[in-house]
């Protein structure tokens, strides 16, 4: 993996599956199931803002310790 990307994995509560399946032709409000076991995970647009959360908060992380110990800086 390059150093300037994040992997996600979604993990099925009822199968442990973790490939999302989408319809042809999906948009953001199409619903994502498990692949293994159809279980819904949600509307698609809702696990792409998780995502997109998840990795703001990760870079946060990254920053806060690349600046740890300097005085007078602080990363919000």
Not at 35 to 49: L, N, P, Q, V
């Amino acid at each position: 993996m390059a150093k300037d990307q994040l992997k996600f994995t979604f993990e099925c509560k009822k199968c442990g599956g973790t490939v999302l399946e989408l319809p042809d032709n999906y948009t953001d409000d199409s619903i994502a199931k498990c692949k293994s076991c159809g279980t819904e995970f949600g509307r698609y647009g809702d696990i792409k803002a998780k995502a997109m959360e998840m990795g703001k908060e990760h870079i946060r992380g990254m920053f806060r310790d690349a600046f740890k110990g300097l005085k007078g800086w602080t990363v919000k």
